[in-house]
C-alpha cells in the first residue's frame, strides 16, 4: 500500500526551464529525503529534512532547493535544469524521532527528462 | 557504490535453485536496509536489520556491524523474484542511506 506519493510520474522539460516535483506521506513520520538515481541506477542522498529543518545537503548544485510546508510534504525545485539533471527522484520517509535511527519508505519517483 | 559494494552484480537463476547476495561496507553501518526495484522504478523494502538476522518466506537476510557485510538468501527462486535488489546502509542519524550498485537477478523456467 502505498503512502509515500510523488507527482508528477515523468516530467520532460527544456534546458534552462524551472521544474517542481511534490512529495507527500501519510505515514505520520517526522524525516523526509529526496534521493538521484542516475542512468547507471546510482542511488544517492541529496537532501534530508527532520521536523521542516533540513540536516543534509549533499554536494548538490545550488539549482537544486527542498521546500517543505509541514512534515508531510518535501517538495523539490530545480531552478534551471541542465542535462545532466535528467534522472529519476526519488522521495522517502522515516519516522526516526529523536535520535532513533528508523526503517526509510519510498515513494514511486518521478523521471525527468531534460531536452 | 564505493562505500557499499555489492556483489555479485547479475545473477541468473532457475526457478528452484538457490543463491545468495552480498553487500560489504567501507562505512560504519549502524543498520541496513534491502530493496527490490521493480521494472517500474519502485523499490519495495524487503528488510530493515540492525545487527542480527530475519527472515520473510524465501528471503533470509543477516546483518553483522563488526565483519561490515549484509547478506540476501533467496530460496525457492520464482519468476516473480526477478529485478534489481539493492543494499543500503545508515551510518548516522538522518543523514540518509548509502546505496550500493545493486544486484540485477534473473529468473528464468
Known amino acids: 500500500e502505498t503512502a509515500v506519493f510523488q507527482t508528477p510520474n515523468y516530467h520532460v522539460t527544456q534546458v534552462g526551464n524551472e521544474v517542481s516535483f511534490n512529495c507527500k506521506q501519510t505515514?505520520?513520520?517526522?524525516?523526509m529525503y529526496w534521493y538521484k538515481q542516475d542512468s547507471k541506477k546510482l542511488l544517492k542522498i541529496m537532501f534530508s529534512?527532520?521536523?521542516?529543518?533540513?540536516?543534509v545537503n549533499e554536494t548538490v548544485p545550488r539549482r537544486f532547493s527542498p521546500q517543505s510546508s509541514d512534515k508531510a510534504h518535501l517538495n523539490l525545485r530545480i531552478k534551471s535544469v541542465e542535462p545532466e539533471d535528467s534522472a529519476v527522484y526519488l522521495c522517502a520517509s522515516s519516522a526516526g524521532q529523536g535520535r532513533v535511527y528508523a526503517e526509510q519508505f519510498f515513494g514511486p519517483g518521478t523521471r525527468l527528462t531534460v531536452l | 557504490g564505493d562505500k557499499v559494494k555489492q556483489s555479485p552484480s547479475a545473477l541468473s537463476l532457475q526457478e528452484g535453485t538457490n543463491s545468495a547476495l552480498r553487500c560489504n561496507f567501507s562505512i560504519a553501518a549502524t543498520t541496513v536496509q534491502w530493496f527490490l526495484q521493480n521494472p517500474r522504478g519502485s523499490l519495495m523494502n524487503l528488510f530493515y536489520?540492525?545487527?542480527g538476522t530475519k527472515e520473510n518466506g524465501r528471503l533470509k537476510s543477516a546483518f553483522d556491524s563488526k565483519e561490515s557485510y549484509s547478506t540476501l538468501h533467496i530460496r525457492d527462486a520464482q519468476l516473480e523474484d526477478s529485478g534489481t535488489y539493492f543494499c543500503a546502509a545508515e551510518a548516522s542519524y538522518a543523514q540518509g542511506l548509502t546505496f550500493g550498485l545493486g544486484t540485477r537477478v534473473s529468473v528464468f523456467p
Open positions: 536489520l540492525v545487527p
Open positions: 505515514l505520520g513520520h517526522d524525516t
Open positions: 529534512y527532520n521536523n521542516k529543518q533540513l540536516i
